[in-house]
């Protein structure tokens, strides 16, 4: 079955500070992997995807990820945290079917606090 | 790009009421939607697939008797928590998408049941 972990469940790093977050999924064919943003009491914002090809992958707001199949890993990063990247990321995987993919497993996301 | 409107945002009742969310593709047509509950700090977990014009797929342990879903055009799905009781208080989110382009969600729902 596939499976996501995402091993950090907290994350503190300084205000212009790089950040990495951790994405480990289970899956035996090649995955679909999207990287997801969630701010309190609100729905979930696409970071970026990998379906193919290049394996990193620019998001919106700065963010990037590599694809590394040999590690099973998507993990996201950005250069230069700023404050207002404060939030839930989740990391997922489309379980693929004919023509795309359908339902996404999520992992347990990883909270992001920002020190000025 | 895809939007995903969903309404109620907030929605507090009483127990053993039923409480409706509707989810809305405003610039596309969604054959599938998906429904999701995420428990304070906790993540999405995906309780049933929504599929225009027939049943929908529940997952394992979702009770589809509670939770009703309707699916009857190209861009509404609906979810009904019938008989609603405090431990279905959650956050409520849907999704949709075209093919194997990335799910749009909504801003999700939270359901509060005194």
């Known amino acids: 079955a596939q499976s996501v972990t995402q091993p950090d469940i907290h994350i503190t790093v300084s205000e212009g500070a790089s950040l990495e977050l951790r994405c480990n999924y289970s899956?035996?064919?090649?995955?679909?992997l999207f990287w997801y943003v969630q701010s309190p009491g609100q729905g979930l914002q696409l970071l970026l995807k990998y379906f193919s090809g290049d394996t990193l992958v620019q998001g919106i707001k700065g963010f990037e990820a590599e694809f590394k199949r040999s590690q099973s890993s998507f993990n996201l990063r950005k250069p230069s945290v700023h404050w207002s990247d404060a939030a839930e990321y989740f990391c997922?995987?489309?379980?693929?079917?004919?023509?795309?993919?359908?339902?996404?497993?999520f992992g347990a996301g990883t909270r992001l606090a920002v020190h000025p | 790009g895809a939007v995903v409107s969903q309404h109620p945002s907030w929605v507090i009742c009483k127990s053993g009421t039923s409480v409706k969310i509707e989810c809305r593709s405003l610039d596309f047509q969604a054959t599938t939607m998906f429904w999701y509950r995420q428990f304070p700090k906790q993540s999405l977990m995906l309780m049933a697939t929504s599929n225009e014009g027939s049943k929908a797929t529940y997952e394992q342990g979702v009770e589809k008797d509670k939770f009703l879903i309707n699916h009857a055009s190209l861009t509404l799905s609906t979810l009904t928590v019938t008989s609603a009781h405090p431990e279905d208080s959650s956050f409520y989110i849907c999704s949709g998408g075209l093919g194997d382009q990335p799910q749009h969600f909504g801003d999700g729902t939270r359901l509060s049941i005194l």
């Open positions: 899956y035996g064919a090649t995955p679909y």
């Open positions: 997922a995987v489309g379980r693929g079917i004919s023509g795309g993919y359908n339902k996404l497993i």
